[in-house]
T-cell receptor
Framework: QQPVQSPQAVILREGEDAVINCSSS?????VHWYRQKHGEAPVFLMI?????EQKGHEKISASFNEKKQQSSLYLTASQLSYSGTYFC????????????FGTGTRLKVLA | DTGVSQDPRHKITKRGQNVTFRCDPI?????LYWYRQTLGQGPEFLTY????????KSRLLSDRFSAERPKGSFSTLEIQRTEQGDSAMYLC????????????FGQGTRLTVV
């Protein structure tokens, strides 16, 4: 089952904050976050692992609640360059490396 | 290391024709993934390889779709008897190791079936 993201879309002014949520129906080992701009490939932002380890960009933070099978991406003091579609990615099946992406969240930052 | 490359970037074909896309992953990346993406949607899993072995294939991948990764290097995705519903962006990603490392995506091949 594809992870469900919320909100589906959000519009911000520069400098405002946003939170994007990702919810899975299955137990997770790790969660990845990617940003995709129109017509471009997804670009890596962050990995969150069981046990709290994080790997990613300094200006972007995220949380991973293993019990609730949820992850949230926090975008603070948004910039115009943050505009794009954000996807979470998770393993589809335990014990394999099948990897599926969430439904996506469109973010637009206005000047 | 030049990243993941896909060829062609764009393909327009007539319904019923066969098409083949190529993906060259980052060298020595052992896992390679194919996804299909339609406008406004998340990448949809199609199949993946570990080295040359195709380990899983989505139920969405009908028998008109086939993928190969000979010698564990580049990969090809072929669609036979294309239909208008096949129109989408086809993305390839490669990764070295497990999912505690970053996946690298190619620019994708945009297929339009007319």
């Amino acid at each position: 089952q594809q992870p469900v993201q919320s909100p589906q879309a959000v519009i911000l002014r520069e400098g405002e904050d946003a939170v994007i949520n990702c919810s899975s129906s299955k137990a997770l080992y790790s969660v990845h976050w990617y940003r995709q701009k129109h017509g471009e490939a997804p670009v890596f932002l962050m990995i969150l692992l069981k046990g709290g380890e994080q790997k990613g960009h300094e200006k972007i933070s995220a949380s991973f609640n293993e019990k609730k099978q949820q992850s949230s991406l926090y975008l603070t003091a948004s910039q115009l360059s943050y505009s794009g579609t954000y996807f979470c990615g998770t393993e589809g099946t335990s014990g394999t490396y099948k990897y599926i992406f969430g439904t996506g969240t469109r973010l637009k930052v206005l000047a | 290391d030049t990243g993941v490359s896909q060829d062609p970037r764009h393909k327009i074909t007539k319904r019923g024709q066969n098409v083949t896309f190529r993906c060259d992953p980052i060298s020595e990346h052992n896992r390679l993934y194919w996804y299909r993406q339609t406008l406004g949607q998340g990448p949809e899993f199609l199949t993946y390889f570990q080295n040359e072995a195709q380990l899983e294939k989505s139920r969405l991948l009908s028998d008109r779709f086939s993928a190969e990764r000979p010698k564990g290097s580049f990969s090809t995705l072929e669609i036979q008897r294309t239909e208008q519903g096949d129109s989408a962006m086809y993305l390839c990603a490669s990764i070295q190791g497990g999912w505690d490392t970053e996946a690298f995506f190619g620019q994708g091949t945009r297929l339009t079936v007319v």
